[in-house]
């Protein structure tokens, strides 16, 4: 069946460190959006990729689209305190089924 | 954050009680979710409405129902409420490429 599987699970980072979560479908997506949700908090769109091999910048944070459109990435350089949360892939597939994958909880040590 | 309120935002409830939790926009949005949210399994998707009295299920809709008689409140309801609904559920609004979350309410069925 149409399933996002997210990995790692779990990361703890000391900051300053990078830090990449990796999102992979066994069927080709129409798009991947991602999100984050701080602890305590609700999920917040981050952003939206759609093109074959796509590469997005939001400050220290990149967004990549592999160029089957099946795998996604999230890497954040020198992560800060303030990266803490749970980062979520999302794809949408051409039926436009939405299936979230499980999330990568991010950690930082000061 | 998007107009977007849920209440209540806690309830502990009985195994077999009937429960309703609501979500109200002030987005006058056309597209509304309701979602689980449970450790492992990111947020699963139980049943979105595309209009008023237009609702379809979703991923994990067994033991949900939903309504909507108007454009800016979406009702989920278990009808008889048991310890594996306990969760935290959220609603959202926007399109399959694109949601905005409300804050949550967190249920406990003892």
Known sequence: GQQVMQIPQYQHVQEGEDFTTYCNSSTTLSNIQWYKQRPGGHPVFLIQ??????????????????????????????????????????????????????GTRLTVKP | DAGITQSPRHKVTETGTPVTLRCHQTENHRYMYWYR????????????????????????????SVSRSKTEDFLLTLESATSSQTSVYFCAIGRTDTQYFGPGTRLTVL
Not at chain 1, 58 to 63: A, I
Not at chain 1, 80 to 93: E, I
Not at chain 2, 47 to 63: A, I, L, Q
């Open chain 2, 37 to 64: 949210q449970d450790p492992g399994h990111g947020l699963r998707l139980i049943h979105y409405s595309y209009g008023v009295k237009d609702t379809d299920k979703g991923e994990v809709s067994d033991g949900y």
């Open chain 1, 49 to 102: 990729l759609v093109k074959s091999g796509e590469v997005k910048k939001q400050k220290r944070l990149t967004f990549q689209f592999g160029e089957a459109k099946k795998n996604s990435s999230l890497h954040i350089t020198a992560t800060q305190t303030t990266d803490v949360g749970t980062y979520f892939c999302a794809g949408t597939y051409n039926n436009n089924d939405m299936r979230f994958g499980a």
